[in-house]
């Protein structure tokens, strides 16, 4: 049985340097800050969220563990660090979290000339989860990548 879960989020951006008034084209550089504040089956609760499916049944009286990243993007005019937050996989096993995590961490400066780069990451039930990195890109880096202990709200 497949299951959505919901990954709340919160977010605060503030401006590290201003655009200048008088380029047209310039944009202000962002830093953006996250606060992972836990997980939810229910679509409507709570605000910012991202969508995991996982293959086991979420116990609210349980925590689990979160595989996310956080990655920068931008363009020639200005840049947003820490704009994307992404929400790979939850697993019961904290060992299985790192697993997935060190294999991203191996490979989060691999660059295949236009394509993007796909690895394979187990999922808490050891299938395999073909994820694509999409913190690849002209603009785009990885500024981290995390397991953190989540708990349902």
Not at 113 to 131: A, R
């Amino acid at each position: 049985m497949v299951q959505d879960v919901y990954v709340i989020a919160s977010s605060q951006t503030i401006v590290t340097r201003p655009r200048r008034e008088n380029d047209p084209w310039d944009q202000d550089d962002t830093s953006t800050s996250w606060n992972l504040v836990g997980i939810s089956t229910d679509k409507e609760k709570f605000g910012y969220k991202e969508r995991v499916s996982v293959n086991f049944d979420i116990d609210p009286r349980e925590h689990y563990y979160l595989l996310y990243a956080v990655y920068s993007t931008g363009n020639s005019f200005g840049n947003a660090i820490g704009y994307h937050f992404e929400a790979i996989d939850l697993y019961k096993c904290p060992k299985k979290a790192r697993e997935a995590l060190k294999i991203i961490e191996d490979n989060e400066d691999c660059v295949i000339s236009n394509q993007k780069k796909t690895l394979e990451l187990l999922t808490e039930d050891g299938k395999v989860h073909e994820y694509t990195i999409p913190w690849q890109g002209y603009f785009e880096g990885l500024d981290y990548v995390k397991v953190e202990m989540v708990y349902v709200q």
